[in-house]
């Protein structure tokens, strides 16, 4: 579901609620209405983020604060829940999770968020990657999340898989298969029409992951760097469409439905043979081979190379809604989580890549092996895809795009339903439905 609001309107609705909640409160930040000063923080979160242990040692270290915590099973359900609330104006947690690519609607609405400036985030400026701070301060100077991870993406692939096709499986080897340094999407389909040939199988899982690091990797996305939207007439995007239209008619796609892959066995099954994998991502999978009865004998890798570069894909900020009626204590535990220490514990817990300096200066110096992953150093790897990658600009409807205008066309172009033509100018027609 779409879930269209205005500024005016939100607006309008948040300071009523906000209003009340002062009332309600007396201003104060402290008591969740027991009156025995313990205070009850609420926080929403998706995915797989591997916060569980890290509540716990919050709460043991802070007598006093319960966290009660709710998971989202995807980024989009996410949005929909936090725009849903954002346009009720009311029901936002203490702390929300807001992903990098609904963060542009999110701006939209940035003074129902709490400004971290007062709560102290300048004098952590430091601790992050110059981009992430950046991309969290709205256009009148006001910081609204503190950045949590961030997504350079690798590359996934399945040992037996590229064994089964006569291909190398020592990630090194792979990474140079792939084109090392000069790794390019012709080559990508390249090895997959080469690996399809040999085993008869679908190279990667679904079209709209592969597409969506395809535009996440140039220049200007789905807007211009000003704010314009940068599809109808864009050669480049065209192009890239192309290739991936092509690959999907030569077989290349598993037509795999995203965020289920058949209950996780698809990751068993050798359904497909390559994933795009941003280290948020290696969550995500490590979850889906448990669902689907499988493990680190599956022979899942991860090779420190990406087709057309560095790119990166999402991230994830933790914010304070205005309606917050404890933003002084949400703002402290989203301040810590967020720190250094707990972005290495989180990594290790979630496989996700941390956004601060010191914390990805840590998992590249220590290359822990991940055991899911053959034993990878995923950490060391993930800093090495994150050199020489620039954030892109994300507009409002950035997310809507990537899910309900071309989400539909390319699933058709999966499913053998729609050629190239057809498929884009579906696209077209959802982008002037959906997108003002």
Not at 28 to 40: E, M, N
Not at 55 to 67: F, L, Q, S, T
Not at 276 to 294: H, K
Not at 338 to 352: D, H, I, L, M, Y
Request: one cysteine or more.
């Amino acid at each position: 579901m779409t879930v269209r609001i205005s500024r005016r309107t939100t607006a309008a609705a948040v300071a009523g609620a906000a209003t009340l909640a002062l009332l309600a409160t007396g201003c104060s930040s402290g008591g969740s209405g027991g009156g025995d000063g313990d205070v009850t923080l609420t926080v929403t979160t998706f995915g797989t983020m591997g916060y569980e242990e890290l509540y716990k040692e919050y709460e043991k270290a802070n007598p006093g604060i319960k966290i009660e915590a709710t998971n989202i099973d995807t980024g989009g359900n996410a949005r929909t829940d936090a725009f849903t609330k954002i346009a009720a104006g009311s029901g936002l947690s203490d702390v929300v999770a807001i992903e990098e690519g609904w963060l542009g609607k999110i701006m939209e609405v940035s003074d129902q968020f709490v400004d971290l400036r007062d709560h102290g985030i300048e004098d952590r400026k430091s601790d992050w990657i110059d981009w992430k701070y950046e991309q969290a301060t709205d256009p009148e100077g006001r910081v609204i999340g503190y950045g949590m991870d961030v997504g350079p993406e690798g590359l996934c692939f399945n040992g037996p898989a590229f064994a089964a096709a006569g291909l190398p499986t020592d990630r090194a080897a792979v990474a140079e298969l792939f084109g090392g340094a000069d790794a390019s999407w012709e080559r990508f389909f390249e090895l997959g029409r080469q690996y399809h040939a040999a085993t008869g199988k679908a190279w990667y899982d679904h079209s709209g992951f592969v597409w969506n690091a395809m535009v996440n990797q140039l220049e200007e996305g789905y807007y211009t760097a000003d704010g314009e939207l940068n599809i109808e007439g864009n050669a480049q995007m065209e192009a890239r469409f192309d290739l991936i239209a092509q690959g999907a008619a030569d077989g290349l796609s598993a037509a795999e439905s995203a965020w289920d892959w058949n209950g996780g066995k698809s990751f068993t099954d050798q359904s497909f043979a390559v994933f795009t994998c941003p280290g948020w991502m290696l969550g995500t999978i490590t979850g889906q081979l448990e669902a689907g009865g499988g493990g680190p004998e599956t022979g899942w890798d991860f090779a420190d190379v990406f087709p057309g570069g560095p790119a990166n894909w999402g991230g994830t900020f933790l914010s304070i809604p205005e309606t917050s009626e404890h933003k002084e204590e949400a703002a402290a535990l989203a301040s810590w989580l967020t720190e250094p220490e707990q972005q290495v514990k989180q990594s290790a817990a979630a496989g996700n890549f941390p956004s601060t300096v010191e914390a990805q200066e840590t998992l590249a110096a220590e290359a822990t092996p991940n055991e899911v992953f053959n034993g990878a150093p995923t950490g060391a790897i993930l800093a090495s895809r994150a050199e020489g990658v620039v954030a892109q600009f994300k507009g409002p409807d950035d997310s809507v795009i990537q899910e309900n205008v071309f989400g539909p066309a390319l699933k058709k172009l999966d499913n053998g339903e729609a050629d190239r033509d057809a498929a884009w100018q579906e696209a077209l027609t959802l982008l002037s439905e959906l997108v003002d």
